[in-house]
């Protein structure tokens, strides 16, 4: 049972079902959002429902979770985000002090992010069937920058935005009641106002992702598949916390695969990327495409070695967002 | 447990939680969408989750329902649906076979809606949760015409588009297993076109507002209550099957209250009735605005007396959409 987490399963899943059915040059492009003109203005469109369990974990709440993330696959699409709707599906017996939490946190959400809540529908269902709660966002953002796979050039630079691996190791440690020596928190946040920073700056960002289920390597992979370029990662230059990394090797897992939930991937031109640094301090410059036109993503791994990062196979952390 | 049923418990659950929290211009409204303009286009955005119970029932399944239901809020918006989220949350377990069938109906139905869908969402619970699956829908319109409950003037006919009631009673009866002299289907269709054909003839369409959770009555009494006019009704006039109101005496239901999923109320120029009733064969004149300042709905019945017609309290049917 892999459907959703991401990995192979899910975009079989996704594939066999829906994308015959739905195809559309819109839908075809495989972006976390549509990005098309109504009148004189380039919007992006973007839906994901959340069923992260637990509602709450440090860092945050289902409520803020799903408003950054539907901002975030706006940024991603070089997008301002501006307005969302809402929808909940609520488990009869929820509590409304639990409710009215996870409201104030997305209201929260919403101003940092600048966005506006506009529509919502409420839905209640059995005692048992939603876990609490589920919250669907869809957003609306208008496009300031083309960004997209097809401009992806060899020579660019692969800048990550901040270190890896915090919420996928928060979600999965509260859930399982595990503690380590220092606390880890979710890094849910919204990425917009980086994106605004670095176009403010006449950056050309020539591609974004968000780093969600999957992680780093599967938004590689994705993006690395679509352009038909490889592309070479130095490890030892992507920040991970040394918390994060001891809660990883203690549980089995590889940061580069754990969901992010506040982080992204820029791609752009190597003359920028100090430039990029400058403006956005916690970042750091991962990788370089290559002028090889394959999908492969060569890893430089930090014990010297060089593998190929491969896609996350099957689900890694289930119900993480 | 009242909440989701748009009677009385839920405005409350909304207003007590929701309304103080994201308190803001355009979702004050309380319209089903929300209307903005981006760059010279105004545009109208909702958004509904579908949890409808089951999947499958005649006359549709749970993804016609969950585009057509998007498609009609936008067109009660005045607006011509354009483009469609869609969020899937699957149970472990469910057939694929189920979420071919379901998927090819919100395709069929998009088509026929005139609508692409553009980007989606799918995410995986437990099985024992999320009843097979749930759906949200959130879609994008560019508005045509302004509809609006202020809008609504004394002496304003009140025309329904068609029969009340058979899709309330259509899921009630295929949930409980009941059968009736007559089949009952529901009547999940997209109300874009009749609304276009009405603006196409020129018709100053001053309200609409469709017939879904709660029926004809609440929808009629939220309308009453945003303008603060009162109106009259003639029940008489009220289109309902012959199958339909023997449904509703043997469960003891008013299909006044009873949930459609392709029928709406329109608010127009006494002067353009005759019009609008050409253009609309199945609908019917069933009433007129008062030029009276309260919120109340007079229902001149069929045995002949005079009553009030008031807002459903609680839960009539639960889960029907």
Chains 1, 2 share one sequence.
Not at 68 to 76: I, P, Q, R, S, Y
Not at 211 to 234: H, V
Not at 293 to 299: C, D, G, Q
């Amino acid at each position: 049972m892999a459907h959703g987490g991401g990995g192979r399963m899910s975009q079989r899943l996704i594939e066999s079902v829906f994308m015959p059915l739905f195809s559309n040059d819109l839908l075809d492009t495989r972006h976390d959002g549509a990005v098309f003109t109504i009148g004189n203005a380039d919007l992006a469109f973007s839906t994901d429902s959340y069923v992260v369990r637990p509602l709450i974990f440090p860092g945050g709440n289902i409520g803020d979770l799903a408003v950054n993330g539907t901002v975030n696959d706006l940024a991603m699409c070089g997008a301002q985000p501006l307005y969302l709707s809402c929808g909940f599906i609520l488990e009869e017996g929820l509590e409304i002090a639990t409710l009215r939490t996870i409201a104030e946190s997305m209201q929260a959400a919403a101003s940092r992010a600048g966005v506006q809540l506009v529509t919502g529908d409420t839905k209640v269902v059995d005692h048992g069937k939603a876990d609490g709660l589920y919250i669907n966002t869809a957003g609306i953002g208008r496009v300031r920058h083309r960004v997209a796979a097809d401009r992806i050039e060899p020579g660019d630079a692969i800048i990550v935005s901040g270190d890896l691996g915090a919420h996928g190791i928060t979600i999965l440690s509260t859930r399982e009641g595990l503690e380590f020596d220092a606390p880890v928190e979710s890094d849910t946040a919204p990425l917009w106002g980086p994106v605004a920073a670095l176009l403010d700056a006449g950056i050309d960002i020539h591609c974004l992702r968000d780093l969600t289920r999957g992680g780093f390597s599967s938004a590689l992979n994705e993006l690395a598949q679509a352009r038909n370029l490889a592309m070479e990662i130095d490890e030892g230059r992507i920040p991970v916390t040394e918390t994060v990394r001891a809660a990883c090797e203690l549980l089995g897992l590889d940061p580069l695969y754990v969901a992010n939930e506040g982080r992204f991937v820029a791609f752009l031109p190597a003359s920028q990327t100090a430039r990029a640094l400058e403006i956005l301090p916690h970042a750091a410059h991962a990788g370089t495409v290559l002028n090889e036109t394959s999908a492969i993503v060569h890893l430089r791994s930090i014990s010297g070695g060089n593998r190929i990062l491969q896609m996350i196979s099957g689900e890694q952390l289930p119900r993480i967002c």
